[in-house]
């Protein structure tokens, strides 16, 4: 499953947690979550207080888009808590279940008149209390089915046929069906939680690397046979050779950051936000922090990610080293899933990479989003409590 030195390594992660001492529940990370769900409470706010001035908003409140995310933050931690109840053999059980679930879920939202279209996307299926994101619930799926097919194929991890063939077209299917959206950027997203996950599964080395050099060569070419993808890249090499065209996003992104320096410009603050900067409180919610708290503000979301998807490995180690192997995998699939969507996020919103419409984890304004992330911290922080349970002799 993994190499001996790795399996050592683990082994050191559960002695030191036995030495410690052992508490019943991760209060550390319940913190952390809460953290960027209420700082991404307030920045919805502030990046939002402004939408109703445009006709597009005209009858919304000023509350709206606070008063929605609130809401959703709550269901989410009522689900969270149902998730951390469920135990993670029954994880197990279901996860193919639930990513045929999935793969359903995404044929319905391409069925005119059942799938609903923004922006001249079919994303979404409307429940009427909210909207439905299907590649939200996929990305969590995907990492629980990824992490069944390791264990279920660990015999066959070293070859093509019977390792790789079948969770690579597991992968396609779910990558036509967001082409079709389009969603590229939930497609890159689920990629790499599959690929990552079959990494640290144990995966052939040079299967592995020839998997990546074919996944970046299939990326290259939806991108160089799509007119408006390939703008889009040129756009971010410079974004101020047009402005007020297809680098009009990132331009205004980086205004952001720049009026922000260090210290920022103060809560509230922003000018970005007053109809500047398109999606300021979904894709684009870090440009206001940067532009409103400055680099300290930008710093402390960072610190906050990395302590969360370092935490998830943590426990994934630990997980593995008591023969739960299942439940590592899904530990460290829920950390990549997080850590990866954080990074594109982050960079796109300063420049580093292409303009792409990914929210960012636990903060950004999205009911789905918020929903399957407070799902996807519930068992992580189940995983981790049946650690423990474990590592004090209580599990039966």
Known sequence: MTRPGARRGERTVVRDALAGGVQTVDVAM????????????????????????????????STHFLVRHAVSIVLG????????????????????????????LLVLVLIPGVGKVVYGARRWLSL??????????????????????????????????KGFLPMGAAVIAVGELLLLEPDLGAFIVIAAIAMGV??????????????????????GLLIAISPWRRERIFA????????????????????????????????????EKLHYLPEAHTDFLLAVIGEELGLAGVMVVIVLFYWLVKRAFEIGRQAVAL??????????GIGLWVGFQAFINMGVNL?????????LPLMSYGGSGILVNCVAVGILLRIDFENRKMMRGAVT
């Open 30 to 61: 319940i913190w952390s979550v809460a953290s960027l769900l209420l700082f991404g409470l307030v920045m919805v706010y502030s990046a939002s207080i402004a939408l109703p001035d445009s006709p597009r908003f005209a009858n919304y409140a």
């Open 77 to 104: 931690a009522a689900l969270g808590t149902v998730a951390f109840a469920v135990p993670v053999r029954h994880w197990q059980r279901w996860a193919g279940p639930l990513f045929l679930f999935g793969l359903v």
């Open 128 to 161: 009427y209390v909210l909207n439905l994101q299907p590649s939200e619930l996929m990305k969590l799926f995907v990492v629980l089915y990824a992490a069944d097919y390791t264990v279920r194929k660990q015999d066959y991890m070293q070859q093509l046929k």
């Open 323 to 332: 023969d739960r192997v299942f439940a590592g995998l899904a530990a460290k």
């Open 198 to 219: 079959l990494f640290l599964g144990g995966v052939n080395g040079k299967l592995f690397a020839g998997l990546v050099v074919t996944a970046v060569a299939a990326f």
């Open 351 to 359: 420049g580093l990479l292409p303009t792409k419409g990914l929210t």
């Open 236 to 271: 971010y090499l410079d974004p101020f050779a047009d402005p007020l065209g297809k680098g009009y996003q990132l331009t205004h992104s980086l205004i952001a950051f720049g009026r922000g320096e260090l210290t920022g410009v103060g809560l509230g603050g922003s000018i």
